[in-house]
């Protein structure tokens, strides 16, 4: 069906959600046609892609970057992949080592770019950490590589690669090997710095006049470029850290926040659990991974659980990074009770990795009895609570480890990427968990993205209680409607119960849901008549749409029916519209199915 030119969200396929931004982490694809034809590599869909979800689409500020770097340092037929430290480019080269055949490997190597100015390596330097590591390697093997980028995470941001792109081209980013007598720099600061080691009155906020639209290269010309304030950045950092350790949940400018005296009781409701448990990764998915890497590099490489359907790279990166996993995709009941019976056959495990909810059926485990199992057979646990926001349910009592993607309603802006990983100071693990992370994590979050995401954060709460809300109201709207075959939505779903037990005092029931139809024709005219902005991603201020599972899961289809996730379901990632207005926008949506009669 031809998408209406009328619609008031109409947004040409290809162009950055939100329009014009330069770093947006959505794309639209505003047709079903259209997510087929991005899938299909149809020209007439890749052509026009200005932008793309960053872990599965190379930012063109990045490829100009990785090219120029090839075009000095590479060869005819090679190709770079962009890291922020050498520790992760050599994960890389090791995971191509595996993968790739004897001929590539031995061409594959890593280039260390560091600031050329070696009396400029300082404390600021190292907390801005304006470097690349490329991992440059033959164009053929190209998926290899970018495998690992995508599943891991641990690439650069677009930001980065524009500041680190305008010192190369100056020479003031050059080939490690070639500056004389140069040490090897450190990988940065093992801990944050604590919030009395910076001057908190400092006029510090980015914002103009309270406009939250800052252009980026508003930043002063220091010697290194578009430099930044360190302690605007290290105040940023501490300001989001202490967000997701709920400890500060007003919405207030930067130094007032960090002057604030802590919530007496965090949303956490952990005894001892502070910001210094929280870690920033440049992504969700970057959490997920260094999670699983760490936890095998303090137990050693078992097999891990994925409990729950997924989203797709939890289950590769478990599969490809390790001995492998066990996949129970329904989440249910059933499944724990084969699982125990695996356990007190003797079978051990290293961790239960699981989304609360789950995405895109929005199922939420029973995490109280994961919780019990994994204390009587020695695993960890580790929970996803992206879709779920600790805003509306608390699931870290029950974990070792929770996960979250910052990209999403943590930020809402759809232009800058993030992740967090908490420790729970209560957990068996903890002691264990909390030396390997002091010993191995490297703040990797770019400086600038840092900035951008503390400014973006600081009405989450009161967005999730909007959100929460219109949600429920489309979702009301959806099951009404004789042609939905089924809504998907943890308030109406069959394992309820458990989302219940950790739901928050105040909270709700989130701003993700998902839909089927009785036919694909039915699935394709809702989705084509719908007038939302259409593209991946979920948590956006604006009401975001997608034909999920044609995006994420598409040479996959018939594995995806197996565990009950249909081809042709629709997931909304819902905003903070008006009310009444989303829901006529969905009836009207719903009015066109009708007439297909």
């Not at 430290?85 to 061409?107: K, W």
């Not at 703040?443 to 840092?450: F, Y």
């Not at 900035?451 to 489309?474: C, G, K, P, Q, T």
Request: proline share 5%; with cysteine; hydrophobic share 35%.
């Amino acid at each position: 069906m031809t998408f209406p030119a009328t619609f008031e969200n109409d947004v040409e396929v290809g162009e950055t959600i939100p329009p014009m931004t330069a770093h947006a982490v959505s794309v639209s694809l505003p047709t079903w046609r259209a997510n087929v034809g991005y899938e299909e590599g149809e020209e007439w869909v890749i052509s026009k892609m200005k932008t793309g979800y960053p872990r599965f689409f190379i930012h063109k500020a990045i490829e100009r970057l990785a090219n120029a770097i090839v075009e000095k340092y590479g060869h005819d037929g090679e190709r770079a992949m962009l890291f922020p430290s050498h520790s992760i480019a050599q994960r890389c080269l090791d995971y191509f080592n595996t993968q790739a055949p004897p001929e590539d490997r031995q061409q594959a190597r890593i280039l260390d770019l560091v600031p050329s100015a070696a009396k400029e390596r300082s404390e600021e330097l190292e907390i801005i950490s304006p470097r690349i590591s490329a991992f440059i390697f033959p164009a053929v093997s190209f998926k290899i590589a970018k495998a690992f980028w995508q599943h891991s995470g641990d690439g650069i941001s677009s930001r980065r690669a524009e500041h680190c792109h305008g010192l190369f081209e100056k020479g003031a980013l050059v080939d490690a090997s070639t500056i004389d007598g140069m040490r090897r720099l450190c990988k940065g600061p093992r801990r944050y710095q604590r919030q009395t080691s910076i001057d908190l009155d400092t006029p510090i906020d980015v914002r103009n006049d309270g406009n939250d639209t800052q252009d980026p290269n508003d930043f002063v010309e220091q010697r290194f470029g578009r430099n930044l304030d360190l302690s605007l950045t290290t105040n940023a950092k501490l300001a989001v850290r202490r967000r997701i350790a709920g400890s500060l949940t007003a919405d207030v400018e930067l130094p007032e926040a960090l002057a604030l005296s802590k919530d007496e009781e965090n949303t956490r409701q952990v005894a001892g659990f502070s910001e210094d448990d929280v870690y920033l990764y440049p992504c969700g998915m970057s959490s997920i991974f260094n999670a699983h890497r760490n936890l095998m590099a303090t137990k050693g490489p078992l097999q891990s659980i994925v409990f729950g359907f997924p989203y797709i790279d939890t289950l590769k990166i478990v599969q490809k990074f390790g001995p492998g996993s066990h996949f129970y995709g329904f989440g249910s009941s059933e499944e724990l009770d084969d699982l125990e019976k695996r356990l007190e056959g003797g079978e051990r495990f290293l961790a239960l990795f699981t989304e609360f909810p789950s995405n895109p059926l929005l199922r939420s485990p029973d995490i109280e009895r994961i919780r019990d199992l994994a204390d009587k057979y020695d695993f960890y646990v580790v929970i996803d609570e992206t879709i779920g926001n600790f805003m509306n349910v608390n699931v870290l009592p029950y974990a070792d480890i929770v996960v979250s993607s910052l990209t999403k309603v943590f930020s809402g802006d759809s232009n800058v990427m993030g992740g967090s990983l908490v420790l729970n100071p209560r957990a068996k693990s903890y002691k264990q968990l909390k030396q390997t992370w002091n010993s191995d994590y490297v703040d990797n979050h770019w400086a600038e993205d840092s900035i951008f995401l503390e400014r973006n954060s600081r009405d989450f709460v009161s967005r999730i209680e909007r959100i929460n809300a219109n949600a429920e109201a489309i979702c009301d709207v959806l099951r009404a409607h004789p042609r939905v075959k089924q809504t998907n939505y943890p308030k109406y779903s069959p394992t309820r119960q458990y989302y219940d037990k950790c739901r928050t005092v105040r909270g709700g029931y989130g701003g993700l849901l998902s839909a089927t139809f009785y036919s694909k024709e039915e699935a394709i005219t809702f989705f084509d008549n719908l007038d939302t902005v259409k593209g991946p991603s979920l948590g956006t201020n604006f009401t975001l749409s997608s034909p999920y599972v044609i995006l994420a899961h598409y040479g996959e289809l018939d594995w995806c029916a197996s565990w009950g996730v249909e081809a042709d379901l629709v997931r909304f990632s819902v905003g903070l519209e008006d009310t009444n207005k989303l829901v006529d926008t969905f009836r009207r949506a719903l009015e066109a199915i009708e007439r297909l009669a």
